[in-house]
């Protein structure tokens, strides 16, 4: 009797979700698309010509990101403000008032230095350490990816590792200090036309998508050159301070570690909701809508996470049943007629039936 209510309330729970995934109510308009995200490039101090000419690829290509994405960009250190140092005007960026943003990308490219005990960002003039650039940080309330695309990298991780945040780093720990090449892989990754980065098939390419194929490409690198591989790249985003390598993938999903004993989430998953470029011609959920959207997303998965902590499954369903009509409700919004909705299949069952064309 008690498997048969259990059936029952499950049945309801998917039936429930899928008619207001699916269905458009003819009253309601979809809502309109906007794009309220930010990216913040900082080019650090060359130190010789070459080494300037790649940074300069790397950020033609962030540029291209940018205007695809429609979102806000600022470059500090293509040009000299006389007023401000770059460390300055790094930091005014990152405090100032942002009340509509609802994502910013910083992007840290250049060369860095570890003494043993800090790290530090070579900008042009007065460097930023992790420590300063981890308090810069905190004044971004909304979802923050940091990317640092520079050598000995590492120790910035543990710095700015924190909730909502996405932290990908070049090198596995401050001694690895030649030049880095992750950077160069991780634009291109998202910027090629007929890119392989999009693991999951869904029209996009996700910061964690590139995020693992500018891991493949460094390494092929180095094995193509018959040299030792000196650079290791970490992403973090469930703020543990440990980082996850991109050999510790098997496609989108971290490899499972039985070993751990943890409820968090593992890393991958808030990286996975900061798309970087479409492959395909898609409408996506506007800014606030997205917001709503990756929230859910998030409880939902950690809620299955804790799903053995339930006394039982009825009071697992119970608490996932509101938290999956809020997330149909805001698809349900969305005209299926002239939008093509891109979901977390990791969310919702890859066997549901899609919304959309």
Known sequence: MRNLHLNRLLSGIIGTFLLLSLETASTEAATPAENNERILIVVGAAGQEQYEQQFANWVARWKQIASHKQAELTIIGES???????????????QRETDKTTATWLILMGHGTFDGKSARFNLRGPDVTADQLSEFCDAVEHPLAVIHCFSASGPFLKALSADKRVIITATKNGHEFYFSRFGGFLAEAATQPQTDADLDHDGQVSLLEAYLSACRATNAYYQQKGELVTEHALLDDNADQSGTRGDQYQGLFKAP??????????????????????????????????????????????LKQRKASFSSLNKYYLTLEPLMVQLSHIYRKLDKNKRRVIYDPLVIPANAKKTGK
Do not use: C, M, Y
């Open 80 to 94: 000299v403000d006389a007023r401000f140092s770059d460390l300055e005007l790094l930091q005014k960026e990152l």
């Open 257 to 302: 570690d039985f070993n751990s004993a943890t409820e968090t989430l593992p890393d991958g998953h808030r990286a996975h909701q900061f798309i970087l470029f479409s492959t395909q011609e898609i409408e996506l959920l506007s800014g606030e809508q997205k917001r709503k959207r990756d929230e859910l997303e998030i409880k939902i998965l950690e």
